[in-house]
């Protein structure tokens, strides 16, 4: 890369902090080679997110949105495009920063969960603070300050089997905040659960949007998708739509 375009890719990076954009990609591809054939599970994708928005990523089966989320979120690299989160270039970071990254400025809500079920709910959701070598007394805090959150500090001593599917969901919430993430990313999080349930989890989502979080929300359900404040219709690897709903 020459000094001039790697220049340009810094200045551009400082002005769409400066703008108070997140998320920012360009020309995004994702390809997979099988056998002679090529899959574009994304193809080209500009998509821009501001700080503080509510944004759902939604699309049928096999229409690219999972691929995006796992682009978005760092868990995969693109074939060719760029991507900036908070400014920063995703493609020139090491895999150290970009480590960092998925730790301390993403926080996941998986469908599955993903609690380890031996573990408390504290100790769960303290795990991303003992990844970045937190001291204890202040990692404890800050894990209790995050299941105040999500209204379950009466819980926090209780294993993933001694909780409802609403209530796991919410202690992967709580992992999720305690960071303190740019982003929380949540694929499908209801997908497990009945929908009274679901809908008090949407519930805590707006809650959280309320207090200043930047979420994005992938999901196939259209009732999910309404609750976020805009939808990004994915379709064939493309964005189909782009619409602001509230």
């Known amino acids: 890369m020459s000094t001039a375009v790697e220049k340009e890719l810094i200045q551009r990076g400082e002005q769409l ?32 997110i501001k700080r503080g928005e509510y944004v759902a990523i939604m699309g049928p089966s096999g229409s690219g ?15 060719k495009g760029l991507y900036y989160i908070n400014g920063n270039l995703v493609s020139e970071m090491t895999d150290d920063e970009l480590a960092r990254i998925r730790n301390r400025e993403i926080g996941f809500v998986f469908q599955t969960f993903n609690l380890l079920p031996r573990a408390t709910s504290l100790h769960n959701v303290e795990l991303p603070l003992i990844y970045s070598g937190m001291p204890s007394a202040q990692r404890l805090e800050r894990a209790k300050l995050a299941m105040r959150q999500v209204d379950l500090e009466a819980r926090m001593y209780h294993k993933p089997n001694e909780l ?59 009732d999910i998708a309404l609750h976020a404040h805009r939808i990004v219709h994915v379709r064939d690897g493309k964005v189909e739509k782009d619409e602001k709903i509230r």
């Not at 920012?24 to 994304?42: C, F, N, P, S």
């Not at 919410?170 to 809908?199: F, W």
Request: glycine share 10%; aromatic share 4%; hydrophobic share 35%.
């Open 65 to 79: 949105k999972s691929t995006l989320m796992n682009l978005i979120g760092c868990l995969d690299t693109p074939t």
């Open 164 to 222: 409802s599917g609403g209530q796991r969901q919410r202690v992967a919430v709580a992992r999720a905040l305690v960071n303190n993430p740019s982003i929380l990313l949540a694929d499908e999080p209801t997908g497990n659960l009945d929908t009274a349930t679901g809908n008090e989890i949407m519930g805590l989502f707006e809650r959280l949007h309320q207090q200043g979080n930047t979420i994005i929300l992938v999901t196939h359900e259209h």
């Open 17 to 48: 902090k400066r703008d108070g954009i997140v998320i920012r990609t360009y020309d995004l591809w994702k390809t997979y080679v099988m056998g002679d054939q090529e899959i574009h599970a994304v193809s080209g994708v500009d998509i821009e």
